[in-house]
Structures are given as structure tokens and as C-alpha cells.
């Protein structure tokens, strides 16, 4: 069954480095998202994308943060400057589109900023 | 806001018996999706209930959804220990993106 795949599972960096967390959407997914789940709190949306641009972010995702699909396959987050309260862990989630509104979501990457 | 909130916080439950969580939101909603986490781990999508559903079954999973209530209830029955886990609803509202709002979830534990 297709899945949404997520790399790293872990990373860890100092605060101020810059950093790319990497996911692979399921492939006939239209509709891409990435959300947060600080340790021991809820699931948040920080951003949608879809047909190449982003189509709506929440206050979270300020100027240090940005995505992009630089191929046909990969969907990226970056944060350029680390912060500590950045840590967390980081869901990719995509979405068929269509009469497809079911998010399924990757295993997450892991972000601890030190 | 259109956050959700699941109660109870968390429940324990004998193995074989049934597990009922409830989830109430705020705004209007195109659907309502039901998340299950186990410790640390990624997010696994269980079952999907549009606006214009009351009740929607899959396998041993049934959830309902009152829209006049802005509530939704997921049954789990003939529980077993790896249902142990975390479970969430989130809503999708009304509006561009399709984003999701997740509740603070309900913790399960089944005990054998």
C-alpha cells in the first residue's frame, strides 16, 4: 500500500544551523501538508501546498520557514535559522485531491535543536 | 477557532471490552477524520466521516458525527492490547487548504 515517507527520522542540530526535512508524498497525491507536534502537545498545521505554491500557512510558519517540490516526487521544509522552541517532531501529510480528502501522514522527522 | 477536544483524556479498558471517545469542534466542517498514534510514532489515518454522514463503520472501528451537536464519538469494540494508543479527531473546515485541526487526543490503554 503507498505511504507517505519521511527522512531523517531524527536530526539533530545546533541552534541557528539551517535545516531540510525531506518527504515523498504518495504519488498521485495533489494536495501537500506539513505539521508540528511539540512533545506532549497537539498535531499543528503549519502549511498547505498544492499545484506549486503554498495555499495557506499558519502564524507558525514565519519567515524562516519555507517548502518547495523541487521535482516531481520530493516535498521539502526547510528552517533556516534553528531555534530551541523549533524542536519537534515534523509530519509531511498529502492528500488525493479530487473526492480524496483522507490526509495520510508520514512516520515524521524527529528535530531536536540543541 | 474551529479546535477540537476529545474526552475522555485518557481511558483503561480491559481487553474484549469496548472503547468510546468522544470529540466535539467548534465551526463548520467538511469532514472529520479519526488519527491513531502509538507512542512517539507517526500518525495512521483510521476512518474518514464527511458532513452529510451520521455513521460510518470499518472493521471493529464505528464513529459517528452530530453536526448540530459539532460532535463525533469513535467506537472501538472487542478492544485488544495493540489498540493501545493515542487517538485523535481533526477537523476540516470549511474553507481553502483543507487543513486539518487536531484535538489534544484520548489515551487508550487496553489491558490484557
Known amino acids: 500500500e503507498p505511504e507517505v515517507t519521511q527522512t531523517p527520522s531524527h536530526q539533530v542540530t545546533q541552534m541557528g544551523q539551517e535545516v531540510i526535512l525531506r518527504c515523498v508524498p504518495i504519488?498521485?497525491?495533489?494536495?501537500f501538508y506539513w505539521y508540528r507536534q511539540i512533545l506532549g502537545q497537539k498535531v499543528e498545521f503549519l502549511v498547505s501546498?498544492?499545484?506549486?505554491?503554498?495555499?495557506?500557512k499558519s502564524e507558525i510558519f514565519d519567515d524562516q520557514f519555507s517548502v518547495e517540490r523541487p521535482d516531481g516526487s520530493n516535498f521539502t521544509l526547510k528552517i533556516r535559522s534553528t531555534k530551541l522552541e523549533d524542536s519537534a517532531m515534523y509530519f509531511c501529510?498529502?492528500?488525493?485531491?479530487?473526492?480524496?480528502?483522507?490526509?495520510?501522514f508520514g512516520p515524521g522527522t524527529r528535530l531536536t535543536v540543541t | 477557532s474551529q479546535q477540537g477536544e476529545e474526552d475522555p483524556q485518557a481511558l483503561s479498558i480491559q481487553e474484549g471490552e469496548n472503547a468510546t471517545m468522544n470529540c466535539s469542534y467548534k465551526?463548520?466542517?467538511?469532514?472529520l477524520q479519526w488519527y491513531r498514534q502509538n507512542s512517539g510514532r507517526g500518525l495512521v489515518h483510521l476512518i474518514l466521516?464527511?458532513?452529510?454522514?451520521r455513521e460510518k463503520h470499518s472493521g471493529r472501528l464505528r464513529v459517528t458525527l452530530d453536526t448540530s451537536k459539532k460532535s463525533s464519538s469513535l467506537l472501538i469494540t472487542a478492544s485488544r492490547a495493540a489498540d493501545t494508543a493515542s487517538y485523535f479527531c481533526?477537523?476540516?473546515?470549511?474553507?481553502?487548504?483543507?487543513?486539518?485541526?487536531f484535538g489534544a487526543g484520548t489515551i487508550l490503554r487496553v489491558k490484557s
Open positions: 481533526a477537523t476540516d473546515g470549511v474553507g481553502y487548504g483543507n487543513k486539518l485541526v
Open positions: 466521516i464527511r458532513s452529510n454522514e
Open positions: 465551526t463548520s466542517i467538511n469532514n
Open positions: 501546498f498544492y499545484n506549486n505554491e503554498i495555499s495557506e
Open positions: 504519488s498521485n497525491h495533489l494536495y
Open positions: 501529510a498529502s492528500r488525493q485531491g479530487l473526492d480524496g480528502y483522507e490526509q495520510y
